[in-house]
Nanobody
Framework: QVQLVESGGGLVQAGGSLRVSCSASGRTFSTMGWFRQAPGKEREFVAGTSWSGRSTYYADSVKGRFTISRDNTKNTMYLQMNSLKPEDTAVYYC?????????????????WGQGIQVTVSS
């Protein structure tokens, strides 16, 4: 049974840092990514990574501030978030795909975590 479980969210002040993790079980994935959804908004792409980690992609809004990585020995993906802004406040979702794709397309992902809240106070 495939499971994606996020951890590490919470409340942080603007300018601070936070790292969220996604632990995967049940199989390995070609592509993994992070999406987020703020209240009243659609779920949006944040960052994606290939299985090897050599190929990554970021939304313009987080480029230079967020770093995605994965440890395949632990089947875990991370999102290091620095210089956080109030507009980064959202529920963050881990997603995984069995195929290589664009990374940014929400419909390419087969499996989703339950989501974890990240709140950035001003």
């Amino acid at each position: 049974q495939v499971q994606l479980v996020e951890s590490g969210g919470g409340l942080v002040q603007a300018g601070g840092s936070l790292r969220v993790s996604c632990s995967a079980s049940g199989r390995t994935f070609s592509t993994m990514g992070w999406f987020r959804q703020a209240p009243g908004k659609e779920r949006e792409f944040v960052a994606g990574t290939s299985w090897s980690g050599r190929s990554t992609y970021y939304a313009d809004s987080v480029k230079g501030r967020f770093t995605i990585s994965r440890d395949n020995t632990k089947n875990t993906m991370y999102l290091q978030m620095n210089s956080l802004k109030p507009e980064d406040t959202a529920v963050y979702y881990c997603a995984a795909s069995t195929a290589m794709g664009t990374m940014t397309n929400i419909f390419e992902y087969d499996y989703w975590g339950q989501g974890i809240q990240v709140t950035v106070s001003s």
